[in-house]
Each structure stands twice: as C-alpha cells, then as structure tokens.
C-alpha cells in the first residue's frame, strides 16, 4: 500500500478537532467541561422548618394573622394603663411634642399603642434575622465540597450582584420592558429575585444558603415619584462570611456596590421607605379599635 | 382585621419530587407558585408573571456555567474538567 492509497484514519481526524476545540475554548476562557443542567428546582431550598411557613403560604395572610395576635396584644397591654403610666412611658421614649405637659389621655394612649405595635414588629423581625444568622452552615459532602460552597464571600457576593446588568432580568432592559410592560407600570424586584437565586445556584451555592427575602408592608418610593404605595418587595439572600445572610437586591443599585446583610437591607426599607397602616381588633372589651402604625414584615422563605 | 386590596404574587415552589425533567412542568400553575388565587389553574395576570419567570429561565439555560468556569464560587482545576458528571 502506498502513502497515496492510505485510507484516512477517522479517529485521528476526530482527534484533532477534538483537541483543536479544546484548545480553542480554553484559550478563549470557556470551560468545556460538563456544566451542571439548570433547573430551577435546584436553587431554593424550601421545606426549612425555621421559618415555620409551609410552601405555597400566603404571605399577607400570614402577615395578618401575625398582626393580629401583636396588635390586640399591645392594645390590651396600654388599655391597662393609668394616665400616669402612659405620661411616663411616653416621655422615657420621647413620644411627647415639645409641649410635653397636658396631653390629652386619649392622643398618649395611640401615640404608646402605634409606638409598641412598631416596636414590636421590629423585634420581631430583628429576632428572625437573628435566628436564622445563627444556624450552622449546611453540611457539604464530600462530593459537594469539590465544586460547591456553603456560603460566598463579600467579592463573590458583589460580583453576583453585578451579573445581572446582563441579563434581561433587569428593569432597565428595553427587551423586557417592551414586551410586559411598555407603560412603565411595574417593578420587577420578583424577576430580579429569580434571577440571582438561580445565578447563586449556577455558581455552586448550596440551595439550603439560598433562599428569598420579603418585605410585606406599604412601601413608598423615596423621593418625589409620583406613584402610591406598593406591598412587598423581594430579595435574594444568601449566606455569607461568618454565616451571615447577605442580599442579592440590584434595587436603587446600593447593593451592587457595597455587600449588605440582610439586617441592614431591610433596616434600609423599614427606616425610609415603609409607610403606616391601619389595623383594625376588637380590644378586651370588644370595642373595634384602629391603630395605625408602620409594620414592616420580614420574611425569610 | 383589615385586609390589603392589593394581590400579592408570591415565588414558592411545589415539591420538587413532583416536578419531572419535562419542561411541560414550567406551565403547571404551581412551579412558580403564580396560583395566587388558588383556582388550580392559570389565568390573566398570572399567565404574565409565570411567562416572566419562564422567560428568564430560558435565559439561565442559555448562561452555562462549567464545573470549571471562573464564575463558580468554587470551580474545579481545569485538569479535572472529565471527572466531573452534570
């Protein structure tokens, strides 16, 4: 047989492109190694008994159901109160107008009540944020820890953050706008959500360190927009340094600079952008009475 | 007690058992958790938000992220890149 008549060897040929695209992408930074199947099951872990919510609950009714129980509390609590009492424990947490002196019994008893109702809802929610920074990190396996983390680092965290500018699961994006919501109505902090719980996901972040963060209250923009109140806002959070859990939120861009624990995410919220509402009970006495107090719910889920 | 006029579309999720490899499941009222009125069905509004989220799925999909690509939070050393299984 001559060189001529060779016959071409098909594997060798394969061979080579074989290598030659191997060589190729990882020149051009592409891992040609097997990527990980994306579903979106896989980035949330949700039977997590610590936040006591079953999958699928309403949040609002939760929330009411919550608000209920607090509000008939401290109503009950400061119905029981002399005049005396209320005067005291207005002045030791500077509820009183300058005047100080004279006020009338009625107006101290909804100052107290709307100041413990508020009260009560932050310490609420700062004892969930509490609880929930203070339970270990998940387990890995030992086939997990080879290409998964428990938790991410402030510089991972903010480089998650950014990765969405591109996606069009930004609000910015014209694609996105154009086709749900060409008027401009809409925020999508949903969309924004499901996209950084799936990123944190694809990246290698355990789904039990991945979970949403809700805020459930009337929120109003900052500034003069002109538009009323919205109900909720949501968030990603994941575990970070020290355990602590951290926000994926691109909303206002702050958290794309700076990495903030959730604590601080939703002090943020509570402090400029929350808005008061009126909640009705029927006090000991079985008189309805409204109290109307800021209460934003904070909702690991 | 005063309840909020306003719906709320909640992101929850159906037992992951439940949900097959086949993306028919991406229509079924519960995977995102859209269902708000609990009718077992989709409808209206949410037929919008569930074409949303599918929206970007499909683009995740489209986002591969090698065991060994430098976005992971913890890639592989590229030597390892056939030992690993999706």
Known sequence: MTERNRPINKKSILSSILLLSIFQSTAMGISPGIAPSF?????????????????????YELKLQEMKVIVKKVVDEVN????NSLF??????????????????????????????????EDRNNELIEKMNNRPLPVLSAGQARHHVNYITDRQLLDTAISINYSPATDGI?????????????????????????????????????????????????????????????ATAVRGEAGVWKTLDNHLKKYQTKASSVKDWYSF???????????EVTNASGVNETVKAKALFFVFY | MKQSKQKLYFLFFTDPAKIGASSAAYNQEGFYGNDSDRDGKLEGAEIFYNSIFKDVDAYMKDSKIGFCDSDRYRPLPITEKYAVQA
């Open chain 1, 269 to 279: 919220y509570n402090q400029w952008l929350d808005t008061p509402q009126d909640f």
């Open chain 1, 174 to 234: 014209k694609s996105l706008r154009e086709i749900y919501d060409p008027q401009g109505n809409f925020g999508f902090c949903f969309l924004r959500a499901h996209y950084y719980a799936n990123a944190a996901g694809l990246r290698g972040l355990v789904k039990e360190s991945i979970k949403k963060v809700f805020l459930v209250g009337t929120m109003k923009p900052m500034g003069f927009i002109p538009i009323g109140t919205w109900q909720f806002h949501v």
């Open chain 1, 88 to 121: 005291l424990f207005a002045r030791k947490n500077r509820l009183l107008n300058f005047t100080g002196e004279g006020a009338a019994e009625q107006d101290l008893s909804a100052v107290v009540k709307t100041f413990k109702v508020e009260q009560a809802v």
């Open chain 1, 39 to 59: 579903n979106a099951n896989n980035h949330l872990y949700r039977s997590d008994e610590s936040t006591g919510y079953n999958v699928g609950a309403s949040l």
């Open chain 1, 80 to 83: 029981a109160m002399d005049g």
